[in-house]
């Protein structure tokens, strides 16, 4: 068998594996936090606990910068003071 042949099919795979393993497919919720309220428009692109609408699962998969649809954990009371270059935060899904 031709070393650099299984080598390279070893890497093939590997990579594979992680492109799977770190699939928005697999995105799941952040677990709840009490205390905290869920703020809609304020997470970067990929960075939101959840809800992200259509075209999405969950977790990290935010399309877009302050997505009116994706929301965030935040201290309680303190979404709807949040300013974003899209405006505030919200605790209710924004209509983009």
Do not use: E, H, I
């Given at each position: 068998m031709?070393?650099?042949i299984t080598a390279t099919?070893?890497?093939g795979s590997f990579?594979?594996?992680l492109a799977i393993a770190a699939s928005p497919a697999m995105a799941e919720p952040v677990a709840p936090q009490p205390g905290k309220d869920k703020c809609y428009g304020i997470s970067l692109a990929g960075k939101n606990d959840c809800a992200a609408g259509p075209g999405t699962t969950c977790a990290g998969t935010s399309k877009v910068d302050y997505q009116g649809n994706a929301w965030?954990?935040?201290e309680k009371g303190t979404c709807t003071t949040m300013k974003t270059p899209?405006?505030?935060g919200s605790l209710t899904p924004i209509k983009s």
């Open positions: 031709n070393t650099k099919a070893l890497a990579a594979a594996a965030k954990y935040v899209k405006g505030m």
